[in-house]
């Protein structure tokens, strides 16, 4: 077992290796697997323009909007607890209390979540993931990484993905058909968020020169703005 497993990491070494590359722009944007995440994101948008977009668009057109906000809302309302966890680990006190009460109105008077009336009784959402956690605590991001299926990330939110699914209390929450409804709430969050980017999307498609450089610079511009807690970033402005 040993001997495959250091013949297995050997190899997987040798397979990165291969796929790396040392253009100057590419390192600058922490992506020297860029060989290997073009392919990715390729095969990403193979399955978005066949498959994920068009179900988008006849969700949009079949579901009344008052409905799709419902269920936004309802599936953001699940992630709460997430993010309470996240507001402790980071000592945000202030944050970690915004969150409970949030959470409280929403998941009462607010039907489940289905009816956002937190926001509207100034508790915004405020989303906070372990890769944001590890982010605020120091933590480089690493490698840019796109990923088949699954899009853009890094190691650091890699791992944090990882770790929000065990702050999940429903993880831990075992009842009838308990893996079906768990598959079926991320079929929901993949076909509720491509649905509130079909606008966005195509807007930036149609005016990049690059999909895949756009897509990985709004991507890392985005993560290193929740770190700063949506702050501007005044050590890093254009050298006009």
């Not at 497993?5 to 790396?20: Q, Y």
């Not at 579901?63 to 269920?71: F, L, S, Y």
């Not at 450089?213 to 006009?240: F, K, M, V």
């Amino acid at each position: 077992m040993f001997r495959f497993s250091a013949t297995a990491a050997v190899l997987l070494a040798g397979i990165l290796a291969g796929c790396t590359t040392r253009a100057p722009e590419s390192l600058a944007q922490n992506d020297p697997l860029e060989p290997m995440n073009r392919a990715s994101f390729n095969v990403n948008m193979k399955v978005d323009k066949y498959f994920a977009k068009p179900i988008a668009k006849g969700y949009v057109a079949v579901v009344p909007e008052p409905a799709r906000d419902g269920i936004h809302n309802f599936l953001t309302n699940l992630d709460e607890p997430v993010t309470f966890a996240n507001n402790i680990l980071q000592g945000d006190a202030k944050g970690a209390a915004h969150t409970f009460v949030r959470f409280s109105i929403n998941s009462t008077v607010g039907i489940g979540g289905f009816l956002d009336l937190a926001s509207k009784w100034g508790y915004p959402d405020d989303p906070q993931d372990f890769g944001i956690t590890l982010g605020k605590g120091g933590l480089p991001e690493g490698d840019y990484l796109f990923l088949p299926f699954l899009g853009p990330s890094s190691p650091r939110d890699l791992l944090g993905t990882g770790v929000d699914i065990a702050f999940d209390p429903l993880t831990y929450i075992s009842f009838n058909n308990s893996t079906t409804w768990y598959m079926a709430r991320q079929a929901a969050v993949v076909l509720d968020t491509r649905a509130q980017t079909l606008d966005q999307l195509e807007s930036i498609e149609r005016t990049s020169v690059d999909f895949y450089a756009t897509t990985r610079s709004l991507y890392r511009q985005h993560r290193a703005a929740q770190i700063r807690g949506g702050a501007a970033d005044l050590q890093n402005l254009p050298n006009y």
